[in-house]
C-alpha cells in the first residue's frame, strides 16, 4: 500500500440541494486521518443547505483552495444543477491535474463526469444512475467501491464510508484506517436487507424508482448533453 | 409495528465538540421520513463545530422547539463538556416526557443517563464507555441497536443509521424504513473487520483505548458524581 508523508491537504465540494451524507461519511473518516487538513469547500464561505434541509457552512472558497491531495465530490439531487457550472467543473478539473485521489460518493461521479475526468475509467454511483455512466466515458462496474488509478468511486450516499476507509488505507496504511473504523464503531447491522435493487422487493424498489423519476430523466437528458459535446458518438 | 399518524416531529441536539456523525446519520434516515419535520436544535441558533471542525447550524432554539415525538441525542467528545449542563438536562428532561422516542447515539447515552432517564432501562453505548452505563442506574446491553420502551439507544457512532432505521420502522412502517434504505443505498461493506474491540486486532484495540484514554478518565469521574447525586449507593 502506498503512504503518503508529510502533512494531507484533505477537502470535499459541498453545494446546495447535495445529499449531506454523501458528505459527511467521508468527512468523518478522512477528517480523523493524523497530520491532515480537512476542507470543507464551496464558492463561497457562505452556508449551503442539503436536500433534506441541514445547513452546512464551507470553512474555504474554491480561491482559498491549497492544490488538495484528495478532492470528494458528494452528489444528491442539488448535483444536477451543477452540471453546466463552469466554476465548480473547473475547480475539480484543475484539482485532478494535482491531487493524489479524487473521490465520487454517489451522483457526485456525474460531476466528474461532466469535468471530463472519467474517460476511460472504471466508477460507479448511485443505482438509480448507474445507466448513465457510459455517457461520460466511464467504464460502468457495478461494485459498492471502484478504486481505479486516481479515481475512486462509490456507490450511493453511505457508500462513501466505505470508500473512505479505503482511500484511509491508501494514504495512512490499513493499521490507522482499522483503528478509524473502530472509533467510529462500523460493524454496521442495518435492521433490513433492502440497500440495493437486488436485495429489495420489486415493490420497494419501483417505489423508489417512481420517487426518483424526475430527477432522474433530467440527469439522463443532461447526460446525453454532454456525451454529445465530448464527441461519444454512439448516444 | 405501531405507526403514528399525523406530521412527526423530530428533533436532534446539536452541540460543540459533538462528533457529527451521531447526529448526521440519524438525519439522513429520519429527514426523509414523509409527512415530518425535523428540527435541528441548539440553546441558540448559533452554529457549532463538532470534534473534527464541521460547521453545523441550528434551525430551532430549544425556546422554540415544539414537544417532539423522536428526540434523538447525539454524543462525541462534547457531550462530556453538557453533564452538568442545566440547560441542556432539562431540556431533554422536559421533552422527553412528551416524546414517542428518546434516541441516544453513541456517547449520547451519557447525557441521557444524566437527564435521568436510563434508570432500570436496557441500554448501549460506545464501547470505550460501556462500563460507564451502570452508574447511571441504566441496564447495560452489548449490541448495536437496544430499544426498551421510550428509550432506543446505539453503540458508537455509525450505529446511529441502524437504530434510525429501525426508529423509521416503528414510525412509519417496515415498507418505509426499506424504501429509505435502499435510497440510501445502505448495504455497507466495510473494507476491514475492525468496527468493534471483539474483532479489532488486541493492538489496535490497545492503540484506540489510549488515544481516548483522557476523555475516558473524565467520563468515569463525571459517571461516579452522578450516580453519588442519583443516590446508586453501590458506586
Redesign the interface.
Known amino acids: 500500500m502506498e503512504r503518503l508523508n508529510g502533512q494531507l491537504k484533505i477537502g470535499a465540494i459541498v453545494f446546495p440541494q447535495m ?3 454523501d458528505f ?2 467521508p ?2 473518516v478522512l ?2 486521518l493524523p497530520d491532515s487538513k ?1 476542507h ?1 469547500l464551496w464558492k463561497r464561505r457562505d ?1 449551503v443547505t442539503d436536500v ?6 464551507p ?1 474555504t472558497s474554491f480561491a482559498e483552495s491549497p492544490q488538495l491531495d484528495v478532492l470528494v465530490v458528494p452528489g444528491g439531487q442539488g448535483q444536477e444543477l451543477l452540471m453546466k457550472d463552469n466554476d465548480v467543473l473547473q475547480f475539480i478539473q484543475e484539482q485532478a491535474r494535482g491531487a493524489r485521489y479524487v473521490f465520487s460518493v ?1 451522483t457526485g461521479a456525474l460531476l466528474c463526469g461532466a469535468a471530463g475526468l472519467l474517460r476511460g475509467v472504471k466508477a460507479t454511483t ?2 438509480s444512475a448507474f445507466h448513465l455512466l457510459g455517457y461520460f466515458g466511464a467504464i460502468p462496474r457495478n461494485r ?2 471502484v478504486a481505479d488509478g486516481q479515481h475512486v468511486s462509490s ?5 462513501g ?2 470508500g473512505a ?2 482511500i484511509a ?1 491508501f494514504l495512512r496504511g ?2 490507522v ?3 478509524i ?12 436487507n ?4 437486488t ?3 420489486p415493490e ?2 419501483e ?2 424508482r417512481s ?2 423519476q424526475e430527477i432522474t430523466s433530467r440527469r439522463h437528458a443532461t447526460a446525453r448533453r454532454v456525451a454529445f459535446e465530448m464527441g461519444f458518438s454512439r448516444f
Not at 433534506?52 to 457552512?57: E, Q
Not at 456507490?155 to 457508500?159: K, Y
Request: hydrophobic share 40%.
Open positions: 445529499d449531506q451524507m459527511t461519511g468527512f468523518e477528517s480523523r480537512f470543507v452556508p433534506h434541509g441541514l445547513i452546512i457552512t470553512d454517489c448511485h443505482w459498492r467501491v456507490s450511493g450516499v453511505t457508500a464510508i466505505d476507509l479505503l488505507s490499513e493499521r484506517a482499522k483503528q473504523q473502530l472509533a467510529m464503531e462500523y460493524a454496521p447491522e442495518p435492521p433490513f433492502s440497500g440495493t435493487p436485495t429489495a422487493s420497494i424498489v417505489a423508489a420517487a426518483m
